[in-house]
């Protein structure tokens, strides 16, 4: 799709399954139940939603999935495709991995970081070598000293290779990555946690949440994912995100939408916020 200064395209690196109970927080099953469908493991199908943007003389890949390297029992945990990775889908477009400047990641849990590497017969080995991987600072520090609150999520595999590389690109705060691209803090999921937003040279915003709001559904102010380590600053990024989403009509994309994964703000009877104009980021 067509965004201005930049051609967008919406890659899956996969679809997998998480507990429905912890990505929908305090809210009930009885609730949660009638508006996403689960499995008899409670578990719930979502995407690994990925964003190839291709513009301004620039390649950039937002998200990576969760890559190719989970061992089987992991695999059947998280009903995960190792087939449907981000490298294999890019290459099936032609794209070549070499070929991609920056990878923007929201943080680096397994998956958003998974697909950044790949196992080799000695080790691991950058799947992107000549990006840039750009990742706020403090995330980056907080998931090298993880604590038993998160430590399933930062898999050593997945930071080592980037940091022994010089792979990192560390910011803090808002930064302009490149020009239209930039990466906003929204805390909540984890503290450091980022969104990207292109910019289109011509006043549209497009926005990719990550975490802070994984699915369409996750509009809702109080469906926050108990995986979130400060819930109430998740409440705030959201209330912000939704208020300049609504008056500046961006178009938002989420991370772990299995359906509208695309689209502009909206609300429905009961004034609840919802994807009222769907958009095909293919
Ligand atoms: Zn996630």
Redesign the pocket.
């Known amino acids: 799709m067509r965004f201005g200064d930049f051609e967008v395209t919406l890659i899956n690196g996969g679809n997998f399954r998480l507990d429905g109970g912890a990505m929908h927080g305090v809210v009930p099953k009885t609730i949660w139940n009638r508006l996403v469908s689960c499995d008899d493991h409670n578990r719930v199908e979502y995407a690994t939603n990925c964003l190839y943007v291709e513009g301004r003389g620039k390649r950039f890949l937002v998200e990576t999935g969760n890559g190719s390297k989970f061992p089987e029992k992991e695999r059947e945990i998280y009903g995960i495709a190792q087939d449907e990775c981000v490298e294999m889908q890019l290459r099936a477009r032609g794209i070549d991995p070499l070929s991609i400047d920056y990878v923007l990641m929201t943080h680096l ?1 397994f ?2 970081s998974g697909g950044c590497t790949r196992r080799t017969s000695s080790g691991f080995e950058l799947v992107f070598p000549r990006a840039r991987h750009v990742i706020q600072r403090g995330e980056y520090h907080d998931a090298v000293h993880a604590h038993e609150r998160n430590r399933a999520s930062y898999l050593e595999e997945n930071l080592t290779p980037l940091a022994a590389a010089h792979a990192l690109e560390l910011v803090d705060g808002e930064v302009e990555v490149s020009p239209g691209v930039r990466v906003l803090p929204t805390p909540g999921h984890t503290a450091h946690h980022q969104s990207i937003a292109f910019d289109d040279g011509h006043g549209q915003r497009l926005l990719f949440f990550g ?1 802070v709001i ?1 699915t369409a559904l996750h509009l809702r102010l109080p469906f926050i994912m108990a995986y979130d380590l400060d819930v109430v600053a998740t409440l705030e990024s959201k209330r912000r995100l939704l208020e300049k989403a609504k008056s500046e009509k961006w178009l938002l994309v989420f ?2 939408e299995t359906e509208t994964q695309a689209g502009y703000l909206g609300f429905d009877g009961k004034n609840n916020p919802i994807i009222s104009e769907s958009v095909s980021l293919d």
């Open positions: 849990h998956d958003h975490d994984p991370g772990h």
